[in-house]
């Protein structure tokens, strides 16, 4: 469930941030496209995770919105203002980046300080403390950054980008370095601090767990191109091709046949096991398809019934508040589902045999690649 989502944008803190509209941007190293045609936008106050494999494009594209690479078409506007032309320096915009960039040799208050020193000593006194007690680090403030640890670093970083009053704030990796628990945390601290200032921010990250637990959109990139943007739940729910559905989230993929029956249209799988047909679709009868099913939407049984298709219960692991098993279903086609660990439920105790069904109307049909 994203953090994100749990505060409505519109109603929450005021809004410091500015609007980012991406339009028709290009940009090509030596010849080679990195990013073509991509458009978006970001409304002001709300988390947008860039989300793709490596080498999608993602970290080409927060550099053209930070001014540090000029796009070879299309244009970036902050507000009202287009900042295409403009140098870095002059964009009111905040970075943080994977490995922190913090300056070894200065305290953590001078770090913070940095990117302020125009400001008059005493302003910049106070606007230093105010980030430090934001980020729970006013003990920390003559400390040097190798006197602390990777998480106390990474919020110094998140200060010193703050502290100029940034219209966006732009994020790098930036929780890649960290151990999963001290990952979650910081994650939880981030969007506290983001909703208390009602800041815009931008996060680069290939982590789609991430993405969906901080991000209020999400903006899935493939070969330097834009394939879906919108809520995570759109996205997980609807994804709007099969690389979105493989890429946010987990789904197990059946390789079908649509057929032609005697009671209308349904699915024959590759093992010959015949399925009803999720939902009107346009595949005409003998189209190769693939029908996605997420794990919450695979339901055991130990006992046959209408429908259920055979499966052996290949392994099973706990995972949290949930149980994962691994199934080859109708001796063929492995499948992955998710059950909630309630002790002296049904399948608490489920033989090696088993009987699954899919929750049809959930699951997504995509042409088969």
Known sequence: ?????????????????????????????????????VGFEVPAGTIAAILGPSGCGKSTMLRVIAGLLRPDAGSVRIGERDVTDIPARERSVGMVFQNYALFPHLTVAENVAYGISRLPRAERRERVDEMLRLVRLTAFADR??????????????????????PAIMLLDEPFAALDRGLRADLQFEFVRLQRSLGITAIIVTHDQDEAQSVADRLIVMNKGRVEQSGRPAELYDSPASLFVNGFVGHASLLEAKVE??????????????LLPMPAPV??????????????????????????????????????????MHDLLVAGTHPVRAAESRVPGSPTDNLPEDVFVTFA?????????P
């Open 1 to 37: 469930m994203s953090m994100a989502a749990e505060v409505n944008p519109e109603t929450s803190a005021p809004r410091l941030g500015q609007r980012l509209t991406v339009t028709g941007v290009n940009h090509a190293y030596a010849g080679a496209a990195a990013i073509e045609d």
């Open 260 to 273: 032609k029956g005697a009671t209308g249209a349904g699915l024959r799988l590759s093992s010959g096991a």
């Open 144 to 165: 040097l950054p190798r006197q602390m640890s990777g998480g106390q670093q990474q919020r110094v970083a998140v200060a010193r980008a703050l502290a100029p009053s």
């Open 360 to 368: 049809l109307d959930r699951c997504r049909l995509f042409p088969a």
């Open 282 to 323: 346009a595949f005409v009868p003998g189209s190769p398809v693939v029908l996605a099913v997420r794990p919450e939407h695979v339901m055991l049984q130990a006992e046959a019934s209408a429908g259920a298709l055979p499966a052996k219960r290949m392994l099973s692991v706990p995972q949290g508040p949930l149980m």
